[in-house]
């Protein structure tokens, strides 16, 4: 049954569907977005958040190198919400092949990223954790990246320009008709409901998972998923990226993200997509490597470990891995294989997704009669919540707090949460002490479309994704979850049923590394979860 | 050479698992105070969001330590608050009151009183005048409170009066410590009775400062070093010679122990550490070696012992009252808590309500026991004491020495 049409629907809601969605919309293109589970929920949020200043690639590939500056540039203006505008260094320590240093530089100049190098005092001033083993240190504009705020800002860019978007709508077949994509069969992975979406063009920006999408068509799109394991440790051991000055490999570059740091990755060629374990290996030589940049690393306690896959796009006979090439490609699937009314975007990369969606959207518009330039770079992709407006709020929220709040909540929900904050005392309850979340801000988001479980509410807010790791937060907010979900939760469960999924999520990241302090605190879950409140044990 | 980053290490130690918050006294008499494993651990990670940003209520906590006492995993969780603070002030050093510079530099007060001929009693007198008159208020000490006297001898003075026996081979090097040096000696003559019949001569020296507590506590974390460099120095110099180095005060002797090595990560200071005991806690370790005085009292005059927060995290039990009971003295523990003051956190006008809200069940413990008086290693938990209950207070040193004396 036909329920809804678009001009074209962009299936995947990652990074690079996101910004294909935004990019169609600005130009005047109706666009639906479809995404499986919730929005970022791949490869898009399964990263190092690191805004790449190209310098990584400035010996290997200097055409991806430029693309990474010109697009760092440009998200550091656009993206001040969901950017964290920090600076980067490669740092050499002994054993590192000097040799490699000078094409670096060469690189990094042709490729026109600025690096100066600075003296060994100064860097371990700056970055006092560095080892001891340091012999050089160069600064480069890298930056941090939130993956679940900047892809949330792109859909909310789109929506003030028409775009569309629908979550835990999975794609089930491709109708074709006369040699043409005629519309998709969808189904809502929360009521189960099925049914059809007519469109012109159907978008596969599927990531890793573009393969199987292509498949749905009868076509052939060898997408190689390469998983890439990565660390979070529990707070900011630099303030800075660090990336280790050599050939680039696993375990080279430290992220700090918000309260914590991200180290990675490794990189395996995975059959499926769907696999985002890890394993005590993969941790321990991601450790081996990271110790030689900060030396007491071990010290550090590691918060959990998590898995994505990139989607290495593999032309037919080249090799996958880290060999594999970080480009892009646009599959007109018109031109290649004779199906009217498909494209496949493959490849990239996170800081370049601005980029791979303005190129493919280059193609795609002129098929729709549309000439409209591409203006994605020129517009912030949300407006900043003001100064003014959040030094107001900040009586009512905890401390550290309001800057947070107010880059994940923006100019709309923002002021909201802050009357709820003013006028209801008790939503002023801090529901995740680790990163300072009200329970205003966490009924706000509970409110949205999008949230189905308070797995959603989390990679909106950072519920949970602190030291305790859902300890406090879980029980909180199952507590709000069963009064404001009730309606929603008929399709998948209770809400003690939710908690234990939010709970087994995290498990998931902490089970690999359970060892030391990150064991201590998995004991203390299990004693409050399992012993105190019995959640597995009580049958009605 | 410098330890590893060990108050980072500690944030990381935390498991959130908020048991400091539920023993808190602060937290428990000022729902305002976010409790200390917000304030410091949880915090400590979150800088990063906003750097002009910083949490009210951290001038809230009185360090007294029951936080680190309670923490399964060893966090120096009060410290942590402490190295914020520090960071705090040194980014508004405006924010000083009165007040905070005067409780912080006592010993400045005291050493220019002893400079100007009867400065002392004149400043004795000013403070009844300006108690009287309620100045204490207008410079952010509770007017309620009556601020320690300074004695007309400090116990510096009085110590080159005392004679010493003869003959004594053995020896230790006093720390007195800010509070018995000038407020309360006689606490001091009688450690070195004590000593001195167990066969130790006591040393003094006058290269000793502050210990630093109350610096740091009001976030002159600079200067506090400056006095733990030099007085580590002092410690490690006698450490050579295996002359011990002991305080009969217990904020002093955590500072020397633990503080300094929490908050400087400075290998010396933990070396230091070591060469640092307690006063009854080395009097507790000749005893166990049979080389403690011997004495009896016959006295069943009742006594009630209030063991101080500081000394609880020292983690050695009570060596004060568990010796005095083995020497036959009539003495319980009031197992009450904080008194409330910890220092001069008390003396804080903005303080003063939840001190004694802190304070109200060692009070009513101490009214109903019926004891003559009230033994306590601190000075100023003492003065909490008095000022609570009108008790009569000791130094369990003062009631061993009485004991020696019969």
Known sequence: MVKDKATVVVVGGGATGVGILRDLSMRGIDALLIEKLDMVNGASSRYHGLLHSGARYAVRDQEAAKECIEENTILRRIGKSCVEAISGMFVQVEGDDPDFVDPWVKG????????????????????????????????????????????????????????RYKTYTELIKINVEGGAVKSITVRDNVTKEEYDIECEILVNAAGPWAGKVAQMAGL??????????????????????????????????????????????????????????????????????????????????????????????VPKGADGGRNASRGFVTLDHEKEDGLKGMMTICGGKFTTYRLMAEKFCDVLAPKLGNTAKCRTAEEDLVPAVSEADKKAARQYFPSYGVNLAATRLGTDKFPEVVKTLKENPETREVL???????????????????????????????????????????????????KLFKDKLEGCGDSLSDMKNFLQARWKGITPVMAGKTLREAEMTRGMYEVLFNVNGGRR | MELEERARDSADNCIACTSCVAVCPVTKANPDYRGPKLVGPAHNRMHFSDESDYEDSLKLCSNCKNCDITCPNGVSVATLNMLERAKYYKAHPEKHTQADQMLSHNFQMADMLKSIPFGRSCANLGMSIGEAMGMMGAMGIAPQRKS?????????????????????????????????????????????????????????????KCCGSPLVVGGYLDEARSHADSNVAVINEYAAKNIPVIACCTSCSLMLKAEYTELFAQEEMAQAA????????????LAD???????????????????????????????????????????????????????????????????????????DKINASGAHKVVCDCGTCREQIKHGTNAKTTHPIQVLAKAYEQ
């Open chain 1, 108 to 163: 990094c100049a042709e490729s026109g990223i600025k690096t100066r190098e600075m003296s060994k005092e100064e860097a371990l001033r700056l970055e006092p954790n560095l080892s001891r083993k340091l012999v050089r240190a160069f600064e480069v504009p890298d930056g941090a990246i939130d993956g679940f705020r900047m892809s949330w800002q792109n859909v909310l860019s789109a929506a003030r320009y028409g775009g």
């Open chain 1, 220 to 313: 052939d799109c060898s997408v190689s998923p390469s998983k890439g394991t990565l660390i979070a440790f529990n707070q900011r051991i630099s303030n800075r990226v660090v990336n280790r000055l050599r050939k680039p490999s696993n375990g080279d570059i430290f992220v700090p993200h918000g309260s914590i740091t991200i180290l990675g990755t490794s990189s395996i060629t995975i059959p499926d997509p769907e696999d985002t374990s890890t394993s005590w290996d993969e941790v321990e030589e991601l450790m081996k490597t990271g110790e030689g940049v900060f030396e007491h690393l071990r010290d550090y306690r590691i918060l959990r470990v998590f898995a994505g896959s990139r989607p290495l796009y």
């Open chain 1, 432 to 482: 995740c002490e680790c990163e300072n979340v009200t329970m205003a801000e966490v009924m706000r988001i509970a409110q949205e479309p999008t949230s189905h479980s308070v797995a959603d509410v989390r990679r909106r807010t950072r519920l949970g994704m602190g030291t305790c790791q859902g300890n406090y937060c879980a029980i909180r907010s199952a507590a709000i979850a069963n």
């Open chain 2, 148 to 208: 320690p006297r300074f004695a007309t001898k400090y116990f510096r003075e009085l110590y080159k009066e005392i004679k010493q026996p003869e003959g004594l081979t053995k020896e230790v090097l006093f720390f007195p410590g800010c509070f018995i040096d000038v407020n309360d000696p006689e606490v001091g003559v009688a450690f070195v009775k004590v000593m001195n019949a167990n066969g130790y001569k006591v040393l003094m020296d006058d290269r000793f």
């Open chain 2, 274 to 285: 070591k060469n640092v005991y307690d006063a009854f806690e080395f009097l507790t370790i």
């Open chain 2, 289 to 363: 070696q049979g080389e403690l005085k011997k004495v009896q009292v016959s006295s069943d005059k009742k006594f009630i012992y209030h063991a101080p927060c500081h000394l609880r995290a020292q983690g050695m039990g009570m060596p004060a009252v568990d010796l005095l009971k083995e020497i036959g003295v009539n003495i319980d523990s009031a197992d009450a808590g904080c008194c409330g003051m910890s220092g001069s956190y008390g003396f804080h006008k903005e303080n003063y309500e939840t001190s004694m809200k802190i304070g109200s069940e060692l009070f």
